[in-house]
C-alpha cells in the first residue's frame, strides 16, 4: 500500500484566498484524522470521521474551516478564507480500530504557507 | 499541567549511547502512542502500546498503567535517531466522541552526535 497520501506538499498563498488540502487514507481503514502542527501549539487535532462520518471536530479553529470525507478514499480540509495565523504543517493520518489495532498510519503533511 | 507531560525535552548524546525518554500522564488510557518525527518531515508510528513492553529493532517501549508512564529506550543510538519523539495518549473507548481524540505531550527533542 503507498501509505496516506496528501497533497499538496507545500502550499503558499495570500491571506483571504481559499486553501484545499487533500488527502486519500489508507484502503481499508475506518478513521481518518486531520492534525494541525505549530511550532507554538505542537499537534492539535482539528477534526476526525469513523466510516466518512464526521465524529469530532470540536478541534475546528473557527467557521473558516470546514472538512468534508464523501468517499471511503478521500477527504478534503479547506480554509475560506485564509489567514496568515493558519501557517502550519497540517498532518493527515488513518487507522483501523479494533482489538489490538488503532496505530495511527500519517502523511507526510501539507505544509502551508499564508502570506 | 499537561495531561502528558515528557522528558527530557531535549537530548544530546553521543553515537552509541543508550537513550531513555519519559511519559507520563494523568488521565485514564486506552493505549498509548510513541512517534518520530524528523527535521521538516513526516510522522512516522513506532509503538502502539496498551500494556507491557514491545521492541522493534533497536527501540524498546514500555508502559506502566499503574503508575501512568512510559518510557522509549534507545539502545547503540546512531546520528540517524536524531528527530522529535512525541508521546501520545488515546482516551478509553466509552461510546462516546473522545475516542478517536489523542493527547500529545510537547515532544523531545534528540540529537545524536557521531
Known amino acids: 500500500d503507498a501509505g496516506v497520501i496528501q497533497s499538496p506538499r507545500h502550499e503558499v498563498t495570500e491571506m483571504g484566498q481559499e486553501v484545499t488540502l487533500r488527502c486519500k487514507p489508507i484502503?481499508?481503514?475506518?478513521?481518518l484524522f486531520w492534525y494541525r502542527q505549530t511550532m507554538m501549539r505542537g499537534l492539535e487535532l482539528l477534526i476526525y470521521?469513523?466510516?466518512?462520518?464526521?465524529?469530532?471536530d470540536s478541534g475546528m479553529p473557527e467557521d473558516r474551516f470546514s472538512a468534508k470525507m464523501p468517499n471511503a478514499s478521500f477527504s478534503t480540509l479547506k480554509i475560506q478564507p485564509s489567514e496568515p495565523r493558519d501557517s502550519a504543517v497540517y498532518f493527515c493520518a488513518s487507522s483501523l480500530r479494533g482489538p489490538g489495532t488503532g496505530e495511527l498510519f500519517f502523511g507526510e503533511g501539507s505544509r502551508l504557507t499564508v502570506l | 499541567k499537561n495531561e502528558v507531560e515528557q522528558s527530557p525535552q531535549n537530548l544530546t548524546a553521543q553515537e552509541g549511547e543508550f537513550i531513555t525518554i519519559n511519559c507520563s500522564y494523568s488521565v485514564g488510557i486506552s493505549a498509548l502512542h510513541w512517534l518520530q518525527q524528523h527535521p521538516g518531515g513526516g510522522i512516522v508510528s513506532l509503538f502502539m502500546l496498551s500494556s507491557g513492553k514491545k521492541k522493534h529493532g533497536r527501540l524498546i517501549a514500555t508502559i506502566n498503567i499503574q503508575e501512568k508512564h512510559s518510557s522509549l529506550h534507545i539502545t547503540a543510538s546512531h546520528p540517524r535517531d536524531s528527530a522529535v519523539y512525541i508521546c501520545a495518549v488515546r482516551p478509553p473507548f466509552a461510546g462516546g466522541t473522545s475516542y478517536g481524540k489523542l493527547t500529545f505531550g510537547q515532544g523531545t527533542i534528540l540529537t545524536v552526535h557521531p
Open positions: 484502503s481499508g481503514h475506518d478513521y
Open positions: 470521521f469513523n466510516n466518512n462520518v464526521p465524529i469530532d
